[in-house]
């Protein structure tokens, strides 16, 4: 996550959005409901953050995480953007899953 915090920080969303598992059973929960799949989420990620501008400056407190299986583990935190149009923030909870030996986002419910 230290890496995501990092690319998001530089402005690329493409780089952040390496974390999560490239296939169409990806699913993010946000506000507006359910969005099935990587491509799908990346380009509601670039819709609503066109720049660095709205994409200000992330920052992630971990709140827990637990390893759920030997290749499951969740995660429950905080993120925040600091930004010039008005700061944001909310909760988030992961579901990870070890795929080809690679810790991967498969579900990702944030409010």
Request: charged share 20%.
């Amino acid at each position: 996550m230290q890496e995501q915090i990092v690319c998001w920080n530089n402005g690329n969303i493409d780089c952040f959005m390496q974390a999560y598992w490239k296939s169409d059973d990806l699913k993010f929960i946000g506000k507006s409901g359910i969005t099935y799949g990587w491509s799908a989420t990346l380009a509601n990620y670039k819709k609503n953050y066109p720049d660095k501008i709205y994409m200000g400056n992330l920052k992630f407190d971990i709140i827990h995480m637990e390893k759920v299986g030997l290749n499951a583990m969740t995660t429950i935190g905080a993120w925040n953007l600091d930004r010039e149009v008005g700061n944001i923030g909310g909760y988030f909870s992961l579901v990870w899953k070890r795929i080809d030996n690679q810790w991967l986002i498969v579900s990702d419910h944030s409010s």
